[in-house]
Every structure is written in structure tokens, then in C-alpha cells.
């Protein structure tokens, strides 16, 4: 298995941008689908982008769509959320989490234990 440590959440104003990193321990990296997810407070954790092993495939939630970029590089054993014109509601811990399934596969073999952020409006 691998372990998993987000960072780079923090506090931005509305419309500004931030860089969540996953990164991942073990020599295996490149087996595993990646998934972001995140949970505001009072919600339930929703889905927010997955890459597939070799980073050709992607997949995002609608509300995300065409503002957040996921990316890989499997040389640094890393997956990049690129967050652009935040909003309010994107005020969350976001969680990544690594599976050897297909982009969807809802059983997951480690999660991050999260990094906050937040927007301000």
C-alpha cells in the first residue's frame, strides 16, 4: 500500500488560485488511480477529480469542471489539484485517496488525512 500526505490548502480570497499536492510513500505509485475528495462542514464528502495510473485519463464533478486541473507525475510520486477562481463553496478539507481499480471504484486501500482550505468571499 501506499500513504498518502496532502498539503497546500490555506486561506484565499475568492477567485484566487491554489496548488494541492498529494504525495505518496512506496515504489508503487504508478498502480494506483488517485482521487480527490473533499467534505465542507456539515456536508458529506463528495467527489471531486481522479486520474487514472498513467495520467491520461481524467474525470471531474460538474462543480469543478473547467476551474480545478488534476495532474500526475509518477517519477515524484505525486498528483497535483490545481484550483482556479475559487469560490466560497469550495471551502473544505480535501482528501486524496489511492485505489489499483478504474476511475470510480469505491473501495479505496489509503487515504491523506486531509488539508483545509479555505475561501474567503
Known amino acids: 500500500q501506499v500513504q498518502l500526505v496532502e498539503s497546500g490548502g490555506g486561506l484565499v480570497q475568492a477567485g484566487g488560485s491554489l496548488r494541492l499536492s498529494c504525495a505518496a510513500s512506496?515504489?508503487?505509485?504508478?498502480?494506483?488511480?488517485i482521487t480527490w475528495f473533499r467534505r465542507a462542514p456539515g456536508k458529506e464528502r463528495e467527489f471531486v477529480a481522479a486520474?487514472?495510473?498513467?495520467?491520461?485519463?481524467?474525470s471531474y464533478a460538474n462543480s469543478v469542471k473547467a476551474r480545478f486541473t488534476i495532474s500526475r507525475d509518477n517519477a515524484k510520486n505525486t498528483v497535483w489539484l490545481l484550483m482556479n477562481s475559487l469560490k466560497a463553496e469550495d471551502t473544505a478539507v480535501y482528501y486524496c485517496?489511492?485505489?489499483?481499480?478504474?476511475?470510480?471504484?469505491?473501495?479505496?486501500?489509503?487515504w491523506g488525512l486531509g488539508t483545509q482550505v479555505a475561501v474567503s468571499s
Open positions: 512506496g515504489r508503487t505509485f504508478s498502480r494506483y488511480t
Open positions: 485517496a489511492a485505489n489499483q481499480g478504474p476511475i470510480g471504484y469505491r473501495v479505496y486501500d489509503s
Open positions: 486520474i487514472t495510473t498513467d495520467g491520461l485519463s481524467t
